[in-house]
């Protein structure tokens, strides 16, 4: 067990995530959102182009189903003399199931191009000065998130992919992980992405620290196993050997893939990007509700089992899993969602906050889920 | 009572589901998911109705089992507070079952930093072996009470 935080450490934490932190708390008393009709969008779309591409004009404007952190709408946009091309705007509601900040999105986005399939962003209001909040707009890539017939499940919640698709996904996913783990952050235009090497813990409890606010600053109730969870973690920061580039929510339903030909199209959501840990991603990806069970086995986003999962990363990788940190990160990880899902989605809905609170109160109730992974990952021997 | 709860949640599932969907312009995607979430709340909302009061009186009494288990934690001044304050949570009695609740659960998380700033070792291992073990039962019967939204794999 490590000795108790000092007064900075208990504070330490990347500096967007404490302005994301002020603004969730300053933005409490907000009168409610609503979701954004079509006409709105629209024109504030054109208003905005009417700026940035001079004599362009805004077509096809349809909202992007599913998803339940933000607003997404794709249009057509056609320059003077040009071609129409299709985009996505991706903004922010009020409050969100997960509190991020755009700008770090965008470059992340950019830094991957040409790296791994990842949509390329191409305008950013970081502030929300032309769309009221915060808001990034992207080319569009065709793919799917999940086979067409796997039903109304949220994707990547127990999401089966089948033999054949299993079989082409796999490499691809381990590899753009790995690919995503060995990007030279150092050299990178990241500006936003503060590096935590203050000293070997640093990493661990940036992240534990800004989560353990945004619990609090969202008032989630609390339920004892969710309070030791909570003490165990700040009791057992770990070291962190290496510095990576992490991507923060990599699993199946976070990338598209073409389902004819089972080729990745574009990695997904990478509003949780940090340079951190990497057994932070594993810990994610190895995470039971993000996978499948069969005859009682579980495989991770429906594509590896545990142990097959962290020897091909190792061995693909070079680097070697430190199954303690890696414990720590799997109940980090169960712990993170238990927030997501019990506080900061349903602060969101009762704030009025969100355009789907419905869709927020109906997530709430994996929340059982995480606190029974957590009882079972605080019961097991920790792997010395 | 004329009309009783079910028949209004009825009423209302069959307009949503045969009225307002069917009107819902393609276009309308977040409406038309919007609407169909909104059913599936109410139809597992008019399922779980009676066994509503029934639930939340065993968390609540789940709650105070667990309280008064870890009555036996000591440690310096920290620990006898937070095991002061949880006896008294505990003991409350009231008509407002969520808010005793609340309260005996934030009384066991203050005992859990407690015991962490100053408990003594026998009482830490004691309070997170005694926590897992209730937690565990109770969050079973949470997955269980919860399964019919289509998330869990029990």
Redesign the interface.
């Known amino acids: 067990m490590n000795a108790p935080a000092s007064r900075e450490e208990t504070h330490d934490m990347e500096a967007v995530h404490a302005k994301l932190l002020e603004k969730r708390r300053v933005s409490r008393t907000l009168p409610p959102y609503r979701a954004a009709l079509n006409s709105e969008v629209v024109e504030t779309l054109n208003r905005f182009f009417a700026s940035e591409v001079p004599g362009s004009s805004v077509s096809d404007v349809r909202r992007v189903g599913g998803g339940a952190s933000k607003e997404q709408f794709f249009f057509s946009l056609t320059a003077p003399g040009g071609d129409a091309e299709r985009y996505i705007l991706r903004m922010d509601p009020r409050a969100a199931i997960t509190q991020t900040d755009r700008r770090r999105e965008f470059e992340a986005l950019k830094a991957f191009q040409g790296i791994v399939p990842a949509p390329e962003p191409i305008w950013l209001d970081a502030e929300g000065e032309h769309f009221g909040e915060p808001a990034v707009i992207m080319r569009t890539v065709n793919g799917v998130t999940k086979p067409s017939d796997a039903g109304l499940k949220v994707s990547g919640l127990g999401t089966s992919l089948g033999t054949d698709l299993r079989a082409k996904l796999r490499d691809q996913f381990i590899d753009n992980l790995i690919a995503v783990h060995a990007l030279d952050w150092r050299t990178a235009h990241l500006p936003s992405f503060d590096v935590a090497d203050g000293d070997p813990k640093q990493a661990a409890r940036w992240s534990f620290n800004y989560w353990r606010d945004l619990w609090r600053a969202d008032e989630g109730e609390t339920r004892p196993i969710f309070a030791l969870a909570e003490q165990w973690l700040a009791d057992n920061l770990p070291d962190t050997a290496e510095l990576v580039f992490t991507h923060g929510d990599y699993r199946t339903g976070n990338y598209l893939f073409d389902e004819a030909s089972g080729r990745v199209t574009a990695i997904l959501d990478w509003e949780m990007a940090r340079i951190g840990d990497y057994h932070e991603d594993l810990g994610w990806v190895l995470m039971q509700i993000f996978g499948t069970f069969e005859n009682g086995r579980f495989r991770a986003s429906d594509l590896f089992e545990r142990e097959e999962f962290i020897t091909e990363y190792e061995r693909r990788t070079g680097r070697s899993v430190n199954r303690r940190t890696l414990h720590y990160y799997d109940v980090m990880s169960s712990w993170k969602t238990y927030i997501i899902v019990a506080a900061n989605g349903m602060a969101a809905a009762r704030a009025q906050h969100n355009h789907q609170d419905v869709l927020l109160t109906f997530l709430a109730t994996t929340g059982a889920m995480f606190a029974d992974d957590l009882c079972r990952l605080l019961g097991q021997e920790v792997p010395s | 009572m004329i009309p009783n709860v079910d028949d209004r949640l009825a009423s209302v599932i069959r307009a949503l589901t045969e009225v307002v969907l069917p009107h819902l312009p393609p276009?309308a995607?977040?409406a038309q998911?919007?609407v169909q979430?909104?059913v599936?709340?109410l139809q597992i909302l008019r399922a779980q109705l009676d066994a509503l009061p029934g639930y939340e009186q065993e968390e609540l009494a789940d709650a105070r089992a667990?309280g008064q288990a870890l009555a036996s934690c000591s440690g310096g001044p920290e620990t006898q507070a937070a095991q002061t304050a949880l006896t008294a949570a505990v003991a409350a009695q009231g008509e407002q079952h969520r808010a005793l609740l609340?309260a005996i659960?934030?009384a066991?998380?203050a005992l859990?930093?407690a015991v962490?700033?100053d408990g003594d070792a026998a009482s830490r291992g004691q309070?997170?072996a005694t926590?897992?073990k209730?937690?565990?039962a109770?969050?079973?019967k949470?997955?269980q009470?919860?399964a019919p939204?289509?998330?869990?794999?029990l």
Do not use: M, P, Y
């Open positions: 276009e995607s977040l998911e919007q979430l909104s599936g709340h667990l609340k659960n934030e066991i998380e859990v930093r962490g700033a309070l997170s926590i897992l209730h937690e565990h109770r969050s079973q949470d997955r009470w919860f939204f289509g998330f869990d794999t």
